[in-house]
T-cell receptor, first 117, second 112 residues
Framework: GAVVSQHPSRVICKSGTSVKIECRSL??????MFWYRQFPKQSLMLMAT?????????EQGVEKDKFLINHASLTLSTLTVTSAHPEDSSFYIC?????????????FGDGTRLSIL | AQSVTQPDIHITVSEGASLELRCNYS??????LFWYVQSPGQGLQLLLK??????LVQGIKGFEAEFKRSQSSFNLRKPSVHWSDAAEYFC??????????FGAGTILRVKS
């Protein structure tokens, strides 16, 4: 159980393009999803917390207009990198927590490797 | 400030040898504690978690971890390492309702 699917796994696109990444909880309802960014040889950095039906909470230093997050259902959150530039190239990972039970750990997707040319 | 420390950036062990990865945290109260494993280019897989109760917790793939309140530690152990265990391991802590904070990670290499 507790499977999180992230799509696509890899994206290569030109500078100026907007890219959408999907994060789905396959076998549970996730009232809260999280988006992380991981730079090479570094740990995960939380970008934002996504709550179903409400606006995302962004961490300090993360541009809200650059990284648009939508959590329209209990099983799907999307991250859109708008007008992407080479400095946005990174590994993006989502996670989700089962909201229907007592406190549960976050379960992670397999990540999306974003490369902006 | 809340922090998680994994003092070993790299560890190399021989296949079949025992393994211990260290993790220390700095929190006011006992947080929730986790160990995750990440293979190259992949997401994170939960190995085990500690919420309360027995301080020795068993996880998947033969891993275990022991919570020691007096030392603010949550070290990960495995009695006999397999080559497939080579990966990066992250210790993480969370206070209820707050965000998950990760350590810097420890890269495990396994010698055959």
């Amino acid at each position: 159980g507790a499977v999180v699917s992230q799509h696509p796994s890899r994206v290569i696109c030109k500078s100026g393009t907007s890219v959408k990444i999907e994060c789905r909880s396959l076998d549970f309802q996730a009232t809260t999803m999280f988006w992380y960014r991981q730079f090479p040889k570094q740990s995960l950095m939380l970008m934002a917390t996504s709550n179903e039906g409400s606006k995302a909470t962004y961490e300090q230093g993360v541009e809200k207009d650059k990284f648009l997050i939508n959590h329209a259902s209990l099983t799907l959150s999307t991250l859109t990198v708008t007008s992407a530039h080479p400095e946005d190239s990174s590994f993006y990972i989502c996670s989700a927590r089962d909201g229907g039970k007592d406190f549960q750990p976050q379960h992670f997707g397999d990540g999306t490797r974003l490369s902006i040319l | 400030a809340q922090s998680v420390t994994q003092p070993d950036i790299h560890i190399t062990v021989s296949e079949g040898a025992s393994l211990e990865l260290r993790c220390n945290y700095s929190y006011g109260a006992t947080p929730y504690l986790f160990w995750y494993v990440q293979s190259p280019g992949q997401g994170l897989q939960l190995l085990l978690k500690y919420f309360s109760g027995d301080t020795l917790v068993q996880g998947i793939k033969g891993f275990e971890a022991e919570f020691k309140r007096s030392q603010s530690s949550f070290n990960l152990r495995k009695p006999s390492v397999h080559w497939s265990d080579a990966a990066e391991y992250f210790c993480a802590v969370e206070e209820y309702g707050n965000k998950l904070v990760f350590g810097a990670g420890t890269i495990l290499r396994v010698k055959s």
